[in-house]
T-cell receptor, first 114, second 113 residues
Framework: GAGVSQTPSNKVTEKGKYVELRCDPISGHTALYWYRQSLGQGPEFLIYFQGTGAADDSGLPNDRFFAVRPEGSVSTLKIQRTERGDSAVYLC????????????FGPGTRLTVL | KQEVTQIPAALSVPEGENLVLNCSFTDSAIYNLQWFRQDPGKGLTSLLLIQSSQREQTSGRLNASLDKSSGRSTLYIAASQPGDSATYLCAVPEGGGADGLTFGKGTHLIIQP
């Protein structure tokens, strides 16, 4: 596709449930990033993939959060035992990681935990 | 750990004015700096990226400057239009160029018709 896509655009779940958020990066981009944005704040870095491996997961808030990128393209962010404080917009970005390293963002998934 | 601050937090100006948005960062050893625009309920649109070796970048009515030694960047918008109304965010990689970005809280800009 032309840009980064994310599904679903909105997700409403109940406290304690498990959710998966999907990101399709720009074709050919080797680097993929997940961020979380709360209302009125800038995005906060969660995890970065280079190819299939997580190069930096230092931003994941706790062990309920996990992300995979098994084939080096699509990535899934997984949240177990969701809490109300997990409610936010989850943004994905990708970069060609060659030279300029400009990051391009998707439209985000708005997660609401009731 | 890198910290990014944006001033002002909000700005409202009449259409046609030239304006400057400010961004400062605490660690001057940055690889690059990126400016984004975010419309309500939308993702981020990349506006300009300045490499650490550059002092400025221009795209249409936008000009971004970078002063690494003082830890500052500015985004200049010429001849503002109502369509420029959005939140503007600046961000720098936490470490090397491919690292995750550290963002400011943004400047919420309103251009009055």
């Amino acid at each position: 596709g032309a840009g980064v896509s994310q599904t679903p655009s909105n997700k409403v779940t109940e406290k304690g449930k498990y959710v998966e958020l999907r990101c399709d990066p720009i074709s050919g981009h080797t680097a993929l990033y997940w961020y979380r944005q709360s209302l009125g704040q800038g995005p906060e870095f969660l995890i970065y993939f280079q190819g299939t491996g997580a190069a930096d997961d230092s931003g994941l808030p706790n062990d309920r959060f996990f992300a995979v990128r098994p084939e080096g393209s699509v990535s899934t962010l997984k949240i177990q035992r969701t809490e109300r404080g997990d409610s936010a917009v989850y943004l994905c970005a990708s970069s060609s990681d060659r030279g300029v390293n400009e990051q391009f963002f998707g439209p985000g998934t708005r997660l609401t935990v009731l | 750990k890198q910290e990014v601050t944006q001033i002002p937090a909000a700005l409202s100006v009449p259409e046609g004015e030239n304006l400057v948005l400010n961004c400062s960062f605490t660690d001057s050893a940055i690889y690059n700096l990126q400016w984004f625009r975010q419309d309500p309920g939308k993702g981020l649109t990349s506006l300009l990226l300045i490499q650490s070796s550059q002092r400025e970048q221009t795209s249409g009515r936008l000009n971004a400057s970078l002063d690494k030694s003082s830890g500052r960047s500015t985004l200049y918008i010429a001849a503002s239009q109502p369509g420029d109304s959005a939140t503007y965010l600046c961000a720098v990689p936490e470490g090397g160029g491919a690292d995750g970005l550290t963002f400011g809280k943004g400047t919420h800009l309103i251009i009055q018709p």
